[in-house]
Nanobody, 112 residues
Framework: EVQLVESGGGLVQPGGSLRLSCVTS????????MSWVRQAPGKGLEWVSA????????YYTESMKGRFTISRDNAKNTVSLQMNSLKPEDTAVYYC?????WGQGTQVTVAS
């Protein structure tokens, strides 16, 4: 059974930081590029960041560059997203994605 389990979300003040993690199982993790995708309240899915299968290449939506850092640990089948300088508009449910496989999401709320 394929599982992607996100954690690390929560409530943070503007300018704060959070680190999201996604622990996976049930598929060959190091064969897959991994992505983070988010959905803000009342909006559609928005791609955030991606990392190649071996971690050698990373990609970000323009508004996240310099604030978010994606990383992976293939030994632990885990992908992470370090989020700094958070803004209220970053409030969303953040999902871990590997092609057709999705996690259940973790809520990030940025508010004072």
């Amino acid at each position: 059974e394929v599982q992607l389990v996100e954690s690390g979300g929560g409530l943070v003040q503007p300018g704060g930081s959070l680190r999201l993690s996604c622990v996976t199982s049930g598929f060959t993790f190091d064969n897959y590029a991994m992505s983070w995708v988010r959905q803000a309240p009342g909006k559609g899915l928005e791609w955030v960041s991606a990392i190649s299968f071996n971690g050698g290449s990373t990609y970000y939506t323009e508004s996240m560059k310099g604030r978010f850092t994606i990383s992976r640990d293939n030994a632990k089948n885990t992908v992470s997203l370090q989020m700094n300088s958070l803004k209220p508009e970053d409030t969303a449910v953040y999902y871990c994605n590997a092609r057709k496989f999705w996690g259940q999401g973790t809520q990030v709320t940025v508010a004072s």
